[in-house]
């Protein structure tokens, strides 16, 4: 089992930036990607970034491209989400996940963090 913890959510003005860090734990040796996904209220849970743990190849939903950037550090075994320019409607809760296939969909990944809130006012 891996471990998740995310840190780095908060309040920002529309044009702003945050820097979400995703620190893992446990049996950190099985994951083969990570992936940042986000949930505002009443909405299902989506895609937002993911990473190859070996590698280092991105994926970005349309939405994010060119304003956030997913990064890792694998000797701290922390994922970073750089979000840039942020709009409100990147407001939600931002979970961090690992998985051990290639995927963008929240069920082929098999740990997730508690998550951390981002809002983002006009």
């Known amino acids: 089992q891996v471990q998740l913890v995310e840190s780095g959510g908060g309040l920002v003005q529309a044009g702003g930036s945050l820097r979400l860090s995703c620190a893992a734990s446990g049996r950190t040796f099985s994951v083969y990607m990570m992936a940042w996904f986000r949930q505002a209220p009443g909405k299902d849970r989506e895609f937002v970034a993911n990473?190859?743990?070996?590698?280092?190849?991105?994926q970005y939903t349309d939405s994010v491209k060119g304003r956030f950037t997913i990064s890792k550090d694998n000797a701290r075994n922390t994922v970073y989400l750089q979000m840039n320019s942020l709009k409100p409607e990147d407001t939600a809760v931002y979970y961090c996940?690992?998985?051990?296939?290639?995927?963008?969909?929240?069920?082929?990944?098999?740990?997730w963090g508690q998550g951390t809130q981002v809002t983002v006012s006009s």
């Open positions: 990473i190859l743990w070996s590698g280092g190849t991105t």
């Open positions: 996940a690992a998985g051990r296939v290639y995927g963008t969909n929240p069920s082929l990944f098999e740990s």
